[in-house]
């Protein structure tokens, strides 16, 4: 795989619906941007609310007045009270508008129209095909334009407005042929390219114009291009027959519609093809109402005058502003790149077509946590980290994934599948097993002395014999793209399975239960929970519970769709005598810690805000099942349990507020666990690592090394290597020694000074550039 299949990816880009129109501009015959014209009333900003007007509308003055909005019956707010009165939205930005619309007039071209009628679609359709080049005579059977609107009454319609308007026919080329009523086609036929009928649909043969009739007497009419049977007469205008009553806008529509169907007549185009969508149809928008308050509909005090800037800004700001977004709403990351995910799904595919140059869509490709939640809740299951998934195998196979990204979660995958912390063993006394509990390689760093206890307990509840494996299940290699060493890590893991003797797995992890049921399914696992809830606590869990105590549960994103984990995890919290709190999003919408695809090593920065925006969402303590989700919780100020907290720990306060391990400990942790039970449980002695170099580090450099994902064993290499090779700088002033050390993608520098038998750290930092001689 080396690009990403473009049919694949339209397919998915098609799924995201924030592109598509609001109803009112999808139910429009014309599409005015009637969303636009809100946001810009509830700024007072007229002249960018007339410039969306009048982009769609010719005669934005008479039409601002008495258009019949066949809008309002699609817009969302009738779900809710009543729709907006767009036509007061309209007016005002016209009455208010002091800016002209600049006129282009292109090169004239040979072809000519001829237009019947000089009324609202007749005038629009030779605007429109003006503004082409192409040249147009409209024959207009009285002395002046605009047809019927003539007839409005005055207080609705000022005359002085309708000449306004129509002030724009004579600044193209347009002959206007007054009194000039049109008995038969031939003429016209001989001297014109093609001739529209603006005057409506209900025309007959008592013209005897020579088209053919349908058996209504009326002529033969496609809706779609409005063309006649004969090829180069077109008819339309005053009555459309979806509205079954004159309409001012859908008359303009026809006149657009005629205007293109001839465009396409005289460039050999079909007439019909991709058409669909120019009339009004029915929106894939999708927009939450939930929680909208009802709110009346501003009434104008002047009804002829139309609503003052007080009441506009009022009834432009009852608009909804129809979007989508649903999924940028709930995500952090998706919020921040300050787009929605079609957009993204095309910076992806752009960012994995660059040969040469700058791939600037990596940090966002990187930065997905991978948890599914933007799929169940975007209305068309588009899943944004699938996407990002992909690309970032696609980067790896063809070299271009920045080697430092996931630097540190690999290298420590690797470490916990190390001889210094993976174990394989059957329980002692026995040569096979029928279980074998895999806590997973961070229960291990984060809470040790729980996989111990929990091994014990299984050992004594459990016939046949359970065993034991320590190590990681592959994810972060899954999650940077590395296929070829997520691969090889399942391998060697069902190597080791299968020397125990292909027993059932328990494991504790929700990740690790997840990856083997989607790429191990022949290796049968059940999760810790599910077993606990079906066999029984430890002794003594539920006297240890604080009684009553309510707490908010976090459910982990891998469990997003299992059901009976979240249950069991709930029902388990009832047994040990817990109230449960459910926060916003939980069990099927629940969100991720910020752990997931690697997003903390990604990018910090979205990272914290998922944490910070999870942790705020309610005032209790929080439990979670997974130990990511705990010790991020934690690490940010929010008391959280896990779920073993109070199974084993009988839920002490200190635990809620314990801080996870660094990263250095995390590590040791693992290292020591297997230590531990290799010492007691399998009663062999285990020789002790020494260290190259003794090695102190104050507080405040620890905290630095924290967060810059610097290890003490890195800088304990980094001083080894400098004082064995004597390759290092000495700063004359300070009299520190600075040296550097680059074990794989990343270079370690150090700061420190010789004390005692040692050497204390000053500073330690470290860069992605190669270092040469």
Not at 160 to 185: G, M, V
Not at 281 to 298: C, F, H, Q, W
Not at 350 to 374: E, K, Q, R, T, Y
């Amino acid at each position: 795989m080396d690009q990403m299949d473009q049919k694949l990816l339209r397919e998915r880009e098609s799924k995201c619906i924030q592109e598509n129109p609001p109803g009112c501009t999808a139910g429009c015959p014309i599409h005015v941007d009637a969303r636009g014209m809100a946001k810009a009333v509830q700024k007072e900003d007229y002249a960018t609310g007339f410039a969306l007007f009048n982009r769609m509308v010719p005669f934005p003055g008479i039409i601002s007045r008495i258009c019949d909005q066949p809008c309002r019956q699609t817009c969302k707010r009738n779900e809710i009270d009543e729709s907006i009165f767009i036509k007061g939205l309209e007016q005002i930005c016209v009455d208010n508008n002091n800016t002209a619309p600049k006129l282009l007039l292109p090169k004239a071209k040979s072809q000519k129209v001829a237009i019947v009628g000089a009324g609202l679609s007749g005038l629009t359709a030779a605007l429109e095909l003006s503004r082409k080049g192409y040249k147009v005579t409209v024959f207009e059977a009285t002395d002046r334009l605009g047809g019927s609107i003539w007839d409005i009454a005055e207080n609705k319609l000022p005359r002085q407005l309708i000449h306004n308007d129509f002030e724009i026919i004579a600044k193209f080329p347009i002959e206007i042929r007054y009194n000039t009523p049109i008995s038969d086609l031939d003429s016209l036929s001989a001297e014109y390219d093609a001739i529209y009928l603006a005057t409506g649909f209900q025309l007959t043969d008592n013209s005897d114009l020579g088209l053919e009739l349908a058996s209504d007497g009326k002529i033969k009419v496609d809706l779609i291009s409005l063309a006649t049977s004969n090829n180069k007469v077109f008819t339309g205008g005053s009555l459309r027959r979806e509205y079954g009553h004159p309409s001012p806008i859908a008359s303009i529509a026809d006149g657009k519609t005629v205007a293109i169907s001839i465009d396409r007549l005289f460039q050999n185009a079909s007439l019909t093809a991709n058409r669909e969508k120019e009339g009004p149809y029915e929106t894939a928008l999708y927009t939450n109402i939930k929680g909208i308050k009802p709110e009346a509909m501003v009434i104008a005090g002047d009804s002829a005058g139309g609503y003052s800037k007080t009441e506009a800004v009022q009834e432009a700001n009852r608009c909804l502003l129809c979007e989508c977004q649903e999924c940028v709403k709930a995500c952090e990351y998706l919020a921040h790149y300050r787009g929605y995910p079609k957009r993204y799904a095309r910076e992806v595919y752009n960012n994995l077509s660059i040969v040469m140059g700058i791939h600037h869509a990596n940090n966002m490709i990187n930065s997905c946590s991978l948890c599914g939640l933007c799929e169940q809740i975007c209305p068309g299951n588009l899943d944004m980290g699938e996407i990002c998934h992909e690309a970032r195998k696609i980067m790896v196979s063809k070299g271009k994934m920045p080697p430092s990204t996931h630097d540190f979660a690999l290298r420590d995958m690797q470490f916990s599948n190390s001889e210094a912390c993976a174990l394989t063993r059957n329980q002692p006394g026995t040569s096979s097993s029928e279980w074998v509990f895999y806590p997973g390689c961070q229960l291990a760093a984060s809470s040790p002395h729980y996989v111990q206890q929990m091994y014990s307990f299984l050992c004594e509840k459990l016939g046949g014999g359970v065993g034991l494996l320590l190590g990681c299940c592959g994810a972060p290699a899954s999650w940077a793209g590395q296929e070829a060493v997520f691969q090889e890590t399942r391998n060697n893991l069902e190597s080791n399975w299968r020397s125990l003797g292909s027993p059932k797995i328990i494991t504790a992890c929700p990740t690790c239960l997840s990856l083997f049921k989607h790429d191990s399914p022949d290796m049968p696992v059940e999760n810790l929970w599910t077993l606990l809830e079906r066999i029984g606590l430890p002794e003594g869990s539920s006297q240890l519970a604080k009684t009553q105590q309510k707490l908010a549960i976090h459910d982990s994103c891998t469990t997003r769709h299992d059901a009976e984990i979240q249950t069991s995890v709930r029902n388990l919290l009832g047994r040990l005598g817990y109230q449960i709190e459910e926060l916003p999003l939980s069990r099927e919408t629940t969100v991720c810690c910020g752990y997931g695809g690697l997003m903390l090593y990604a990018n910090q920065e979205i990272a914290h805000k998922v944490i910070d925006r999870r942790i705020n969402e309610s005032e209790l303590d929080y439990l979670a099942y997974c130990s990511m989700c705990r010790d991020n919780f934690s690490s940010q100020g929010k008391r959280t349990y896990h779920l073993l907290d109070l199974i084993l720990g009988g839920g002490q306060e200190n635990l809620a507020a314990q801080a996870g391990p660094g990263y250095s400990k995390r590590q040791e942790n693992r290292a020591k666990l297997k230590q531990t039970l290799l010492r007691e449980v399998w009663g062999e002695e285990v020789a002790q690592p020494q260290a190259e170099v003794k090695v102190t580090i104050p507080a405040d450099v620890l905290q630095l090394m924290e967060d810059r994902r610097i290890l003490v064993d890195d800088v304990t290499n980094v001083i080894a290597q400098a004082e064995s090779s004597g390759n290092k700088l000495k700063d004359a002033r300070s009299g520190r020694y600075i040296a550097y050390f680059k074990p794989a993608s990343v270079t370690y520098w150090v700061e420190y000074l010789p004390q005692a038998d040692g050497f204390v750290v000053q500073n330690a930092y470290c860069h992605r550039i190669e270092i040469e001689g």
